[in-house]
Antibody
Framework: QVHLVESGGGVVQPGRSLRLSCAAS????????MHWVRQAPGKGLEWLTV????????YYADSVKGRFTVSRDNSKNTMFLQLDSLRAEDTAVYFC???????????WGQGTMVTVS | QSVLTQPPSVSGAPGQRVTIPCTGS?????????VHWYQQIPGTAPKLLIY???NRPSGVPDRFSGSKSGASASLAINGLRAEDEADYYC?????????????FGTGTKVTVL
């Protein structure tokens, strides 16, 4: 079955960088677009970025544009999120999710916690 | 930055029906973009509950149903059960915000009395 596993979270100082990974299994990864979504403690869901199946197109939320970079390696069934110039307000659980045709997110990973302090 | 508005909380007794509204605007739901719903039990990942306004993924009970009208949508839970206690989010697409923008609702906590 579809399985998404995020990793790479941790505690980091403001202004530093972190790289998150999302390992996919159970489906043909190279055929699907993928998203990153985050959730600050006690808050709602915030969409961050999407990357097309072949990696050719990416879009970002204004809140992270210019600081975060999404990429993928289809040969390794893995998506990445490079987080630069981190701020306290970036503290959140970061989820990866699969892009379902019709603009929904049909499978989610369990999330990885990023704390900027 | 949510542009989809939901009530912070709704509650109901076991067996009752509850509905969760999701109010958007002419740039998202009102523009014809589909609405999707997610259930999130605290401490876990969101789960797709309803997609494309009124479709249930395999395994989602038919107690859950979705509808859309104009610039709003609604999730209904019939025959409320204790395990339905969770946070619920609507989601759509906004075509006028800068860049491509996938938007979530503010979230609604469902409490089973």
């Amino acid at each position: 079955q579809v399985h998404l596993v995020e990793s790479g979270g941790g505690v980091v100082q403001p202004g530093r960088s972190l790289r998150l990974s999302c390992a996919a299994s159970g489906f043909i990864f190279r055929n699907y677009g993928m998203h990153w979504v985050r959730q600050a403690p006690g808050k709602g869901l915030e969409w961050l970025t999407v990357i097309w199946a072949d990696g050719s197109i990416t879009y970002y939320a204004d809140s992270v544009k210019g600081r975060f970079t999404v990429s993928r390696d289809n040969s390794k069934n893995t998506m990445f999120l490079q987080l630069d110039s981190l701020r306290a307000e970036d503290t959140a659980v970061y989820f990866c999710a699969r892009f379902k045709l019709g603009n929904s997110f049909d499978f989610w990973g369990q999330g990885t916690m990023v704390t900027v302090s | 930055q949510s542009v989809l508005t939901q009530p912070p909380s709704v509650s109901g007794a076991p067996g009752q029906r509850v509905t969760i509204p999701c109010t958007g605007s002419s740039s998202n739901i009102g523009a014809g973009y589909d609405v999707h719903w997610y259930q999130q039990i605290p401490g876990t990942a969101p789960k797709l509950l309803i997609y494309d306004n009124n479709n249930r993924p395999s395994g989602v009970p038919d107690r859950f149903s979705g509808s859309k009208s104009g610039a709003s949508a609604s999730l209904a839970i019939n025959g409320l059960r204790a395990e339905d206690e969770a946070d619920y989010y609507c989601q759509s697409f906004d075509g006028t915000l800068s860049g491509t923008r996938y938007i979530f609702g503010t979230g609604t906590k469902v409490t089973v009395l």
